[in-house]
Structure formats: structure tokens, C-alpha cells
């Protein structure tokens, strides 16, 4: 199985930027797949980018202002999030298709 863990969440003012990491571990040998999702308050769950054999791609909620990459051993994937506003506050979870669910990552945005 594998096993991700999100980390880099915190509290940041409208306009600055975060970078969430995902690290994996288990049994993986890159992470050629990551989804990452958030939840905010009292909302279900949505989709915000995917990394999947080198390409990415955005919710409309993201473009522009989020990137996802990956690092050079290929076990930890990141989401810089620059622009941040307080709609983005949430947890944020990084996704693997052979993966549970993890603890996720909390992000404030104050305005």
C-alpha cells in the first residue's frame, strides 16, 4: 500500500502564498499520479489539480495561481499556492489512486 502525508498548511494573509508538500512512502517507486482536493468548512470535497505522467492540470479556481510539481527523487509533490484569498481556505489533501485518504493539511487565508 501507500501512504501520503500532507504537510506545509498554515496561516497566511490574503495575497501571500503556501507550499504544500506530499510525501510518500509504501510500496511506490515515484509518484507519477497525484491528485490534490480540498474541503472547506460546511462544503464537500472538490478537486483542485492533478500531476500525472509529467502534466498538470487546474480547476478553474486554481489556474493561474497554483502549480504542482514534483521533486527530483520523485516522492514528494508539491502545490505552491500564490495569490492566496480567504475562499481558499480548507484542508487540503494530496490523492494517490493506491492510497487512503490522509490526515490533510489546513490552510487559512485571513483577509
Known amino acids: 500500500q501507500v501512504h501520503l502525508v500532507e504537510s506545509g498548511g498554515g496561516l497566511v494573509q490574503a495575497g501571500g502564498s503556501l507550499r504544500l508538500s506530499c510525501a510518500a512512502s509504501g510500496s511506490i517507486t515515484s509518484l507519477d499520479w497525484i491528485d490534490w482536493y480540498r474541503q472547506a468548512p460546511g462544503k464537500e470535497r472538490e478537486w483542485v489539480a492533478r500531476l500525472y505522467s509529467g502534466s498538470t492540470t487546474y480547476a478553474d479556481s486554481a489556474k493561474g495561481r497554483f502549480a504542482v510539481s514534483r521533486d527530483n527523487a520523485g516522492m514528494t509533490v508539491y502545490l505552491q499556492m500564490n495569490s492566496l484569498e480567504p475562499e481558499d481556505t480548507a484542508v487540503y489533501y494530496c490523492?494517490?489512486?493506491?492510497?487512503?485518504w490522509g490526515q490533510g493539511t489546513p490552510v487559512t487565508v485571513s483577509s
Open positions: 490523492k494517490h489512486p493506491r492510497a487512503p
